[in-house]
């Protein structure tokens, strides 16, 4: 530890200030509140750019979003009792999708603990199993430390959200204080070395196969494992799907690509994925959603398993080599293997000739809806003209799965979901921190007009910040997921589904100082996108679609990817 | 299923018992026994916890909890090259007085301690494998067992053989 020995005075709140400027923090996303009070008195005295959020909720998202776009933490601060609520679904949905992000919550004073105070909760008991790691410092001292360390554990490994839960006196008190530039934490041992040996027996297995697979999830994003991964495909000329969060891992125009798997994979690429006899699996931990039942995805497959959690390997599916790791490391270690066996396929193999077939068969004859504005055009439209470096977030829902099966992730990790705790209202404020992180690019929310209504206020922030987001609203006016499934498994008996065409979302935009645009045909629409991107004001374009289009393909739960339910 | 000892080493700090219970149970484990005392280094604490699971949530209980920040060391012990006892104490009814003699005898059978004899009751205390603490539960019951308590397996590995 090389620490800088001069001692400085001065209080926890500022020394918070310093350890975050420190790691490099220029904008955090917050709510004030009667216990966080000094940091933000210091905050204002600070360069750090405060985001305000009207729910705090949309503060964890916004730095969520923030988080998976920089790969740095997104820091989002909140007070204590409903404010430090408030954030814990953003917490758990950034834990379940393994976001870095560093949550800072006032609380009330130490000698107040425990005594019921007035705003008082106990955020790191609440939030523990949705957390990567908590800190709760009791001295003022206590605090850069903390931060060094809470960062660095937020954004190495398998990232995830730190909480850092500061009493109001701890903030106030004076203490002399030392910043460290390294920290060394005992018990966390993020970085393993390469594993050769089983890269060696990997790379054997999947030469080995006669209808090999890759399989991408989110760690090949989070590692940016990109170059690395799309090599190694062309190089053996395999396949590639993802899973849902390793969308965009993978080129989706590619043309070894199938797009995603899963209970609303693309059709070639559930079917293909179920024939195939070794999979290289990347960066996944083999999600329900993916796989359908563990026991139907794994027979007659052999699976090499890749990620930097040893605790993934084994907990859902049995694997046959299993290399722990880095991705993106372990990936060039693979693929410089296959340089020093001088190994290239050619592409007219039997399996690659069928995946070529049933990938075009699908292409050409998957049912959609006959609308002139159904999903399927009204996304395809959207990717037409939207430049492929934009960044693109979803809500939860119908809109979300048509988003995976009818808008192509081109440009590298340019698509992210909430795709783990599948949390409604998490694409707009996501969409948001994203703009903070990459005001270069245009950023869109593909939302649906249930997710919406859960963080439309985060409209305000979008305005008075100068972010100026495109929230691409596909308005069934119903909780149409949820409709689907009535639909389907309940007989049609619709309950709490209907929205009833309330609000008005050009008004609603209209009244936050946004710009509200409706589009009900394809002209329409192709005008409302142009004029959203030259727009320097957050544009929410309202799309009417018919209600009763269902997401298909569909794997039903508890069903294996062969099950596919299609469009009849 | 089988039966587990997990031999943790945390560092010696407030709210790192209740993270660990919280991952068993986040995680759908049973927690079978648990205790905890710190180590020849102040700076750390051994948790012992016995648990029963399937091999592959063994497995899984050991890398979720070698995962924990807190964990300096999780180790699966091998049960049958291990020492490993448990601290139990029985109130057990005195109905007339040969009881008492009987309850002596078989206390010092088990290498138990006789504590608090009174007229309607002895305590008796011992350190066993939980086996044993079973067998004596059995005989205990005979007389009427007033209450029990254990303190929970603790557990040490005997060190390899030299070669």
């Given at each position: 530890m090389s620490d800088n020995n001069k001692m400085e005075t001065m209080i926890g709140a500022t020394a918070l200030m310093k350890a975050l400027e420190k790691e490099g923090v220029k904008e955090v996303f917050g709510l004030p509140g009667g216990a966080n009070l000094p940091m933000y008195d210091e905050l204002g005295k600070s360069n750090i750019r405060h985001i305000l959020v009207r729910h705090e909720q949309s503060a964890a998202h916004m730095a969520d979003g923030f988080g998976r776009v920089s790969r740095k933490p997104g820091v989002c601060f909140a007070t204590s009792g409903p404010g430090a609520t408030n954030l814990l679904t953003g917490i758990a949905t950034a834990q379940a999708d393994s976001a870095p992000m560093v949550a800072v919550t006032g609380q009330v004073p130490v000698s107040m603990i425990g005594k019921d105070a007035f705003q008082e909760s106990d955020i790191i008991g609440m939030a523990n199993p949705a957390l990567k790691y908590s800190y709760q410092p009791r001295t003022p001292e206590e605090i850069p430390t903390m931060v060094k360390q809470g960062f660095y554990i937020a954004e190495t490994g398998r990232p995830g959200p730190v909480l850092l839960d500061i009493?109001?006196?701890?903030?106030?008190?004076?203490?002399?204080?030392?910043?460290?530039?390294?920290?060394?934490?005992?018990?966390?041992?993020?970085?393993?070395?390469?594993?050769?040996?089983?890269?060696?027996?990997?790379?054997?297995?999947?030469?080995?196969?006669?209808?090999?697979?890759?399989?991408?999830?989110?760690?090949?994003?989070?590692?940016?494992?990109?170059?690395?991964?799309?090599?190694?495909?062309?190089?053996?000329?395999?396949?590639?799907?993802?899973?849902?969060?390793?969308?965009?891992?993978?080129?989706?125009?590619?043309?070894?690509?199938?797009?995603?798997?899963?209970?609303?994979?693309?059709?070639?690429?559930?079917?293909?994925?179920?024939?195939?006899?070794?999979?290289?699996?990347?960066?996944?931990?083999?999600?329900?959603?993916?796989?359908?039942?563990?026991?139907?995805?794994?027979?007659?497959?052999?699976?090499?398993?890749?990620?930097?959690?040893?605790?993934?390997?084994?907990?859902?599916?049995?694997?046959?080599?299993?290399?722990?790791?880095?991705?993106?490391?372990?990936?060039?270690?693979?693929?410089?293997?296959?340089?020093?066996?001088?190994?290239?396929?050619?592409?007219?193999?039997?399996?690659?000739?069928?995946?070529?077939?049933?990938?075009?068969?699908?292409?050409?004859?998957?049912?959609?809806?006959?609308?002139?504005?159904?999903?399927?055009?009204?996304?395809?439209?959207?990717?037409?003209?939207?430049?492929?470096?934009?960044?693109?977030?979803?809500?939860?829902?119908?809109?979300?799965?048509?988003?995976?099966?009818?808008?192509?992730?081109?440009?590298?990790?340019?698509?992210?979901?909430?795709?783990?705790?599948?949390?409604?209202?998490?694409?707009?404020?996501?969409?948001?921190?994203?703009?903070?992180?990459?005001?270069?690019?245009?950023?869109?929310?593909?939302?649906?007009?249930?997710?919406?209504?859960?963080?439309?206020?985060?409209?305000?922030?979008?305005?008075?910040?100068?972010?100026?987001?495109?929230?691409?609203?596909?308005?069934?006016?119903?909780?149409?997921?949820?409709?689907q499934w009535q639909r389907t498994f309940y007989d049609r008996r619709m309950v709490g589904v209907e929205l009833n065409k309330c609000p008005d979302y050009v008004k609603l935009a209209e009244s936050y100082g946004a710009q509200g645009l409706r589009a009900q045909s394809m002209d329409e629409l192709d005008k409302a996108i142009k004029t959203a991107l030259k727009s320097d004001v957050a544009t929410v374009i309202d799309i009417p679609i018919d209600p009763e289009e269902d997401v298909l393909p569909f794997v039903a739960p508890g069903t294996g990817l062969k099950d596919m339910i299609l469009p009849s | 299923m089988v039966w587990a000892i997990l031999s943790i080493k945390v560092e010696n700090k407030p709210g790192i018992l209740f993270r660990v219970t919280h991952l068993f149970r986040s995680r759908n484990f049973n927690i079978d026994s648990i205790s905890v005392g710190v180590t020849e280094d102040k700076k750390y604490s051994r948790m012992t916890i016995t648990t029963i699971g399937d091999e592959k949530q063994i497995i899984q209980i050991v890398k979720q909890l070698d995962k924990m920040i807190d964990t300096i060391e999780v180790h699966r012990l091998d049960v049958n090259n291990s020492v490993y006892r448990e601290l139990v104490m029985f109130k057990i009814k005195v109905n007339k007085p040969e009881d008492s003699m009987e309850i002596n005898k078989l206390a010092s059978a088990y290498s138990a301690k006789i504590h608090d004899a009174k007229k309607e009751s002895i305590i008796v205390e011992m350190t066993a494998t939980p086996h044993q603490i079973s067998a004596f539960e059995e005989l205990a019951k005979k007389f009427g067992l007033k209450e029990m308590a254990r303190t929970g397996i603790t557990a040490l590995e005997r060190e390899e053989h030299e070669h």
């Amino acid at each position: 530890m090389s620490d800088n020995n001069k001692m400085e005075t001065m209080i926890g709140a500022t020394a918070l200030m310093k350890a975050l400027e420190k790691e490099g923090v220029k904008e955090v996303f917050g709510l004030p509140g009667g216990a966080n009070l000094p940091m933000y008195d210091e905050l204002g005295k600070s360069n750090i750019r405060h985001i305000l959020v009207r729910h705090e909720q949309s503060a964890a998202h916004m730095a969520d979003g923030f988080g998976r776009v920089s790969r740095k933490p997104g820091v989002c601060f909140a007070t204590s009792g409903p404010g430090a609520t408030n954030l814990l679904t953003g917490i758990a949905t950034a834990q379940a999708d393994s976001a870095p992000m560093v949550a800072v919550t006032g609380q009330v004073p130490v000698s107040m603990i425990g005594k019921d105070a007035f705003q008082e909760s106990d955020i790191i008991g609440m939030a523990n199993p949705a957390l990567k790691y908590s800190y709760q410092p009791r001295t003022p001292e206590e605090i850069p430390t903390m931060v060094k360390q809470g960062f660095y554990i937020a954004e190495t490994g398998r990232p995830g959200p730190v909480l850092l839960d500061i009493p109001k006196d701890v903030q106030q008190n004076e203490g002399k204080f030392t910043f460290p530039d390294e920290v060394r934490v005992p018990g966390y041992h993020p970085w393993t070395d390469p594993d050769i040996p089983n890269t060696a027996r990997a790379v054997e297995l999947l030469l080995s196969a006669q209808k090999p697979i890759i399989l991408a999830g989110g760690g090949v994003i989070i590692s940016s494992a990109f170059a690395e991964l799309q090599s190694i495909a062309e190089l053996l000329m395999i396949p590639v799907v993802t899973t849902f969060k390793g969308k965009g891992a993978f080129p989706e125009n590619h043309p070894l690509s199938l797009g995603p798997i899963g209970m609303h994979g693309h059709a070639e690429a559930n079917k293909l994925m179920t024939e195939a006899d070794c999979v290289l699996a990347i960066g996944t931990r083999f999600s329900d959603r993916s796989v359908g039942t563990f026991a139907e995805f794994e027979k007659n497959l052999k699976i090499i398993h890749m990620d930097v959690d040893p605790a993934e390997i084994g907990k859902n599916q049995t694997t046959s080599v299993a290399v722990v790791g880095d991705v993106r490391a372990s990936l060039r270690i693979f693929g410089k293997m296959l340089m020093d066996k001088a190994v290239r396929t050619s592409d007219d193999n039997p399996w690659l000739k069928h995946v070529k077939e049933v990938k075009q068969y699908w292409r050409e004859n998957l049912k959609i809806h006959p609308g002139e504005m159904g999903a399927a055009k009204i996304l395809r439209k959207l990717r037409e003209l939207l430049p492929h470096e934009s960044i693109v977030t979803t809500e939860v829902g119908q809109h979300q799965m048509w988003a995976s099966l009818f808008f192509d992730a081109i440009h590298p990790g340019t698509f992210f979901s909430s795709t783990g705790l599948g949390t409604m209202g998490w694409g707009f404020p996501a969409a948001i921190g994203a703009k903070t992180a990459r005001p270069d690019v245009p950023v869109v929310d593909i939302a649906g007009d249930g997710s919406f209504n859960m963080t439309e206020n985060s409209l305000a922030t979008a305005v008075l910040e100068d972010l100026p987001v495109i929230v691409f609203l596909i308005n069934n006016s119903s909780l149409g997921m949820v409709a689907q499934w009535q639909r389907t498994f309940y007989d049609r008996r619709m309950v709490g589904v209907e929205l009833n065409k309330c609000p008005d979302y050009v008004k609603l935009a209209e009244s936050y100082g946004a710009q509200g645009l409706r589009a009900q045909s394809m002209d329409e629409l192709d005008k409302a996108i142009k004029t959203a991107l030259k727009s320097d004001v957050a544009t929410v374009i309202d799309i009417p679609i018919d209600p009763e289009e269902d997401v298909l393909p569909f794997v039903a739960p508890g069903t294996g990817l062969k099950d596919m339910i299609l469009p009849s | 299923m089988v039966w587990a000892i997990l031999s943790i080493k945390v560092e010696n700090k407030p709210g790192i018992l209740f993270r660990v219970t919280h991952l068993f149970r986040s995680r759908n484990f049973n927690i079978d026994s648990i205790s905890v005392g710190v180590t020849e280094d102040k700076k750390y604490s051994r948790m012992t916890i016995t648990t029963i699971g399937d091999e592959k949530q063994i497995i899984q209980i050991v890398k979720q909890l070698d995962k924990m920040i807190d964990t300096i060391e999780v180790h699966r012990l091998d049960v049958n090259n291990s020492v490993y006892r448990e601290l139990v104490m029985f109130k057990i009814k005195v109905n007339k007085p040969e009881d008492s003699m009987e309850i002596n005898k078989l206390a010092s059978a088990y290498s138990a301690k006789i504590h608090d004899a009174k007229k309607e009751s002895i305590i008796v205390e011992m350190t066993a494998t939980p086996h044993q603490i079973s067998a004596f539960e059995e005989l205990a019951k005979k007389f009427g067992l007033k209450e029990m308590a254990r303190t929970g397996i603790t557990a040490l590995e005997r060190e390899e053989h030299e070669h």
